[in-house]
């Protein structure tokens, strides 16, 4: 009995410091997410607003100040660390069951399914009010990638890097389909400011960001992390592919039922929160993959963790680029994801 419960207890221990290093370091970039902006917000304010909303300490703040901090800054920097580490893990989830170095939710067009889903829901008025924008968002999202698998089977991609290739332009032709549809949507029925706001939204836009937005995305964020690391050893053994899974006891059909279930619910209810944000499951996958190998029980929380930065900083760069403007966060994301991508695939070009 010792002889178990002694690693057992080592193993609990290493979970604890590492889940607290991960806190600790998200925490402090939540904190600089608050205080860096147009208008720098001094640390000593955000801590007293945190004491006086929280613990009801009554520290003397100015009411814009304090509203600025709790229901602008912490709010959109909670829902970027929950995007970015969303996207990351469901970036890796994708890469893995697909075998596929670019496969990303919004290469694959789930970003664009679940976008067209959200804007049925909100211009076409899809359901009559009784379905909701997530729900729609994963209803597109969930149709976009069960579309973009029928067209790579239909092709005859069959196995090994032909079907890989086939699912990238598989989700190259249903993303272009899903943006078309979303505009035409939008054109159709959307007033002219409705099309504004809306193609705004869709290029990733975190000013709407509030506290009810919290309260949807970080379970969501928590969940699809958590079902990737139950599942750690069967993502480990579908890097050898299908067989080799099935070979070692994974119930290879409900797994990746489950965990493609997953992706497309966190990029759904993401999307329908601040819209279509790229490269995000591109490339930090990646970069987690260099920093810390490829065993997924270690990847997934790398890549959480590394994808919520990102995104914080990504939000903070499209606050402060532009004066008196904020950026599309969807393009910050692109002009640095897509050189680091050019990088990543320079540096794995095989070696002749």
Known sequence: MNSVAGPLTRLAARFVLHAGWIALVLAGAILAGICIGETAIPV????????????????????????????????????????????AVSGVILQSLLRNALAEPYLLGISAGASTGAVLVTVAGIGAGAVSLSAGALGGALSAFLLVALLARASGGGAGPRAAGQI???GIAGSQLFNALTAFIITRSASAEQARGIMFWLLGNLSGARWDNVGAAVPVALAVTLVCLWQARALDAFTFGSDSALSLGVPVKRVQALLILAAALATAVMVSIVGSVGFVGLVVPHAARFLVGVRHVRLVPASALIGALFLIGADVVSRIAV?????????????????VFALILVRRRPAR
């Open 323 to 339: 004066p008196g403007q904020v950026l599309p966060i969807g393009v910050v994301t692109a002009l640095v994801g897509a050189p």
């Open 168 to 170: 990238v332009l598989a």
């Open 44 to 87: 000593a304010s955000v801590w007293q607003t945190l004491a006086n909303k929280i613990f009801g300490a009554g520290y003397p703040l100015d009411r814009i100040d304090q509203g600025i901090i709790w229901n602008y800054r912490l709010t959109r920097a909670i829902i970027a660390a929950c995007c970015g580490a969303s996207l």
